[in-house]
């Protein structure tokens, strides 16, 4: 077995443990969160994103999902973006061949998606760390090497606040892969030099369909009053949001 160099994202659930208890006690609750991570688990993640891929045909071009089953879509797409996710406990990684230019851009948006679903569905935040370097990574089997590490402890040590951080040689490269596309521009330098995106770039992304601000702001606000009843000591975490939020909210339509 070889290594074999890999963009790789891994993303942790802030607040997971409060979200477990909290499932205990609210069945509603317990079969979303249930739903969400089931359905992940299933590989529905892949199959959004490979979904999203244009294909050809006598109508002109349309996204995948449009011709193909979800079962088809794997079959077809899988063998050419081979993108990889593990879930485990409150931990995602995500990762793609880093000679994939296609495969990386999925990746960021792969990333995208699953902040999407679980703030969307459930309230919860993430924190990650996204870098480039040796993996082995196997749906279902081994997951280790050297970029796990770093994405790990970009993770927990650098990343602070709910963003996902960016090491410098994995921004190099995807500065190139990105260069063009609605993707263009999403990771940005922070206020502490580290390269990153979060939240907020995500939910006022202009691809994206969520345009509400009352609604970010009802949500947010909602986050924040659950953080200050259980857990005080976590609210710079959403107040960081709340931050991020207050300097694109003038923006946002």
Same mark, same amino acid.
């Given at each position: 077995?070889?290594?074999?160099?890999?963009?790789?994202?891994?993303?942790?659930?802030?607040?997971?443990?409060?979200?477990?208890?909290?499932?205990?006690?609210?069945?509603?609750?317990?079969?979303?969160?249930?739903?969400?991570?089931?359905?992940?688990?299933?590989?529905?993640?892949?199959?959004?994103?490979?979904?999203?891929?244009?294909?050809?045909?006598?109508?002109?071009?349309?996204?995948?999902?449009?011709?193909?089953?979800?079962?088809?879509?794997?079959?077809?797409?899988?063998?050419?973006?081979?993108?990889?996710?593990?879930?485990?406990?409150?931990?995602?990684?995500?990762?793609?061949?880093?000679?994939?230019?296609?495969?990386? *851009?999925?990746?960021? !948006?792969?990333? &995208?998606?699953?902040?999407?679903? /679980?703030? +969307?569905?459930?309230? %919860?935040?993430?924190?990650?760390?996204?870098?480039?370097?040796?993996?082995?990574?196997?749906?279902?089997?081994?997951?280790?090497?050297?970029?796990?590490?770093?994405?790990?402890?970009?993770?927990?040590?650098?990343?602070?606040?709910?963003?996902?951080?960016?090491?410098?040689?994995?921004?190099?490269?995807?500065?190139?892969?990105?260069?063009?596309?609605?993707? *263009?521009?999403?990771? !940005?330098?922070? &206020?502490?030099?580290?390269?990153? /995106?979060? +939240?907020?770039?995500? %939910?006022?992304?202009?691809?994206?369909?969520?345009?509400?601000?009352?609604?970010?702001?009802?949500?947010?606000?909602?986050?924040?009053?659950?953080?200050?009843?259980?857990?005080?000591?976590?609210?710079?975490?959403?107040?960081?949001?709340?931050?991020?939020?207050?300097?694109?909210?003038?923006?946002?339509?």
């Amino acid at each position: 077995m070889e290594y074999e160099k890999r963009l790789v994202c891994f993303i942790d659930l802030l607040g997971f443990k409060s979200t477990i208890e909290k499932s205990a006690d609210d069945s509603n609750f317990r079969a979303r969160l249930y739903e969400v991570v089931d359905a992940l688990g299933k590989g529905e993640i892949e199959e959004y994103i490979y979904g999203s891929i244009p294909i050809l045909d006598k109508d002109g071009l349309k996204p995948a999902r449009e011709k193909y089953s979800a079962a088809e879509i794997r079959e077809r797409f899988h063998p050419m973006v081979r993108m990889e996710v593990t879930q485990f406990s409150d931990s995602f990684v995500f990762s793609v061949p880093a000679e994939n230019d296609a495969a990386c *851009e999925m990746l960021v !948006k792969a990333a &995208f998606a699953v902040h999407m679903v /679980f703030f +969307l569905e459930l309230d %919860l935040l993430m924190r990650g760390g996204l870098t480039v370097g040796s993996l082995v990574h196997v749906k279902n089997g081994p997951l280790f090497g050297p970029a796990m590490n770093e994405a790990h402890a970009i993770e927990s040590s650098e990343a602070i606040y709910p963003r996902v951080v960016v090491s410098e040689e994995a921004k190099s490269h995807l500065d190139k892969v990105l260069s063009g596309l609605d993707l *263009e521009g999403a990771i !940005k330098k922070g &206020f502490d030099g580290r390269y990153f /995106f979060d +939240l907020i770039d995500i %939910l006022t992304w202009p691809a994206n369909a969520i345009r509400s601000r009352r609604d970010l702001s009802d949500r947010l606000f909602r986050i924040e009053k659950d953080i200050l009843s259980t857990e005080k000591r976590a609210h710079s975490k959403i107040a960081y949001l709340l931050h991020r939020w207050s300097q694109v909210e003038p923006e946002f339509s």
